[in-house]
């Protein structure tokens, strides 16, 4: 499949299923919208991501102190934005999700500074709110073109599921107590397993290792070990977050399948995966040369009726390279 017709199918999926950050956006309404100017009053500039107070001062002279979450530090930085720009005392006008538990909490996906430079903080296909995109100068050359795997991948499109998820009552009642502002592994500094480490908006890079294929992942600075010689998993292997994993080569697409998973959960909205689960990933190529598509598929009959399936894309870009990945633990509040 071509890049174009790649990415017209995850905008197909984005508006017939539901679509998510790599970082929890359940507790948001996003089919909500609020903005307003406040002054920076705490900052939080770490991994695993953005977290500020921003204080809102109404007509009447009260303040309203809001949450502001965004995207993970290195995204931020990718875009432009430094520290300095949200630095205690900066006024700034924040647009975005607003909470969808009564919360004065906000999942900002737009911001203006007092400079007049508005900046996206999501990882989506969000468009500029309050100021109109500046042209791009055109390149006449052609495009670089990936010949092999082996390079360095950039995010290029929010992955999303290819269809509902049909999960078990087990699954379902996990869910329904599960808490993203208090629960989610991430907020305190705990790397996620399969499949979730890579469907992040972040770079990664394929080494070649004699025979074999290294998988280093920005995010939480993880590496996989895809086994390129074996045919079958070594049930012997030790059970880890990120399992075991063994992969060839078909039709020009990299085909990786993983077992022995220590299991945990699935996404961050609280779904769960079972030790037992088995992934099976698709690496391909597009026909541009610069499109790397992906789709992995989790069987886990203990927490899913049926196989679920993520699609994602990835784009080559000469430029991108590898930030180290430094993450801060989060205060989690106890009320």
């Not at 502002?181 to 399969?194: A, E, N, Y």
């Not at 049926?306 to 870009?317: D, L, S």
Request: with cysteine; charged share 25%; proline share 6%.
């Amino acid at each position: 499949m071509n890049s174009k017709a790649f990415l017209a199918l995850i905008l197909l999926f984005l508006m017939t299923a539901i679509s998510h950050g790599h970082h929890s956006i359940a507790p948001f309404d996003r089919a909500a919208w609020f903005e307003f100017e406040g002054e920076v009053i705490q900052l939080s500039w770490r991994n695993p991501h953005l977290g500020l107070t921003a204080r809102l001062t109404n007509d009447d002279g009260t303040n309203e102190d809001w949450q502001i979450e965004a995207d993970a530090i290195n995204s931020l930085m990718r875009r432009g934005l430094t520290r300095e720009d949200f630095a205690v005392g900066e006024k700034i006008r924040f647009g975005g999700w607003p909470s969808s538990q009564g919360r004065q909490a906000l999942l900002s996906t737009n911001v203006l500074l007092a400079n007049g430079q508005e900046y996206i903080m999501r990882d989506t296909d969000t468009p500029l709110v309050w100021t109109s995109p500046e042209e791009e100068a055109t390149n006449s050359s052609n495009p670089v073109i990936a010949t092999d795997l082996f390079r360095v991948w950039s995010y290029e499109a929010l992955y999303v599921r290819k269809s509902p998820f049909k999960l078990t009552d087990k699954s379902e009642q996990a869910i329904a107590v599960y808490d993203p502002f208090l629960d989610m592994p991430s907020l305190r500094c705990i790397p996620p397993g399969m499949p979730n480490a890579i469907l992040s908006p972040y770079p990664f890079e394929f080494v070649q290792e004699g025979d074999n294929i290294l998988l280093n992942i920005e995010e939480w600075e993880s590496q996989r070990f895809i086994d390129m010689t074996s045919f079958q998993i070594p049930q012997d292997a030790p059970r880890t977050r990120l399992g075991y994993s063994i992969g060839k080569f078909e039709n020009s697409a990299l085909l990786v399948r993983t077992e022995r998973l220590s299991g945990g959960l699935l996404d961050d909205d609280g779904t769960l995966m079972s030790q037992d689960a088995a992934i099976d990933e698709i690496f391909t190529i597009a026909d541009d040369g610069i499109t790397l598509n992906y789709q992995v598929t989790v069987t886990d009959p203990e927490y899913l009726v049926e196989p679920a399936t993520y699609i994602a894309a990835w784009r080559w870009n000469p430029d991108t390279i590898m930030r180290s990945f430094e993450c801060d633990p989060e205060v989690v509040p106890t009320d």
